[in-house]
């Protein structure tokens, strides 16, 4: 009877351990990692226009390069890597290029077009991006090189000194107002000093008439 008493026993931790080890298990591995990308060769990438961020476009997959990051969505979480093929690990939140990027950029590659302007934008092999990108955003190099190779698009720095002008505009428009009101202040500082060379000539006696007093008194004396 004890016999059978501890075999149920160890039978029990036996069955109950694996299961709360299991448990354990799914709990660390709940995020599962996105299946590989298999690439025939090293790919190309394109700057996207107004931004820093570099595309794959010959993948169906969205697969981005920022800030010496390869970044890609899947399953509604985000994965970032060194590599761009492989090493992925989980990001807990969205990037913040992501915010910048148009919805429909595919379309846009395809049709040479960004907000209705030619692009005619340049292949670029993933070795120099990751040489030259942080060189490239802080020389400005894609803005200054045709504009993001986007014909008619203006530049942000011109965009930004727009907002000076129309405070110019104002200003001048100010302007004949304050001038209207300069000549009264001139009127009254140039009829001030004749109001007070008048009191001084009432208030000085004169020279003739203190004389002829004195000799008066003298000669009633």
């Known amino acids: 009877m004890k016999k059978l008493l501890f075999g149920t026993i160890l039978l029990a931790l036996v ?22 990308i298999v690439f025939a060769g090293p790919p190309e990438l394109v700057v996207l226009p107004e931004t820093n961020v570099y595309v794959v476009p010959d993948v169906a997959v969205d697969i981005f390069f920022y800030q010496g990051w390869w970044w890609r969505p899947w399953e509604g979480r985000w994965y970032r890597s060194r590599n761009y093929s492989s090493g992925w690990g989980y990001y807990q939140h969205v990037p913040s290029f992501y915010r910048e990027i148009p ?7 395809r049709e040479h ?17 990751q040489q030259n990108w942080h060189s490239w955003e802080k020389n400005r190099h894609w803005e200054k090189q045709n504009t993001w190779g986007v014909q008619g698009l203006k530049p942000r720095s011109q965009s930004r000194e727009v907002q000076p002008s ?8 100010e302007r004949p107002q304050s001038r209207e009101i300069q000549p009264s202040h001139a009127v009254q500082s140039q009829s001030r000093p004749k109001q ?3 009191v001084k000539e009432h208030g000085k006696p004169e020279r003739g008439s203190g004389e002829k007093q004195d000799k008066e008194q003298r000669e009633k004396h």
């Open 113 to 129: 077009r960004w907000k209705g302007h030619p692009w005619n934008y340049q292949r670029i092999p993933h070795q120099q991006v």
């Open 166 to 173: 129309h405070a110019v505009q104002q200003r001048n428009q």
């Open 103 to 109: 919805s429909g950029w595919r379309n846009d590659y």
């Open 15 to 36: 069955l109950v351990f694996p299961i709360s080890a299991m448990a354990r298990v799914d709990v660390g591995v709940s995020i599962s990692l996105p299946p590989l």
């Open 196 to 198: 007070s060379r008048e």
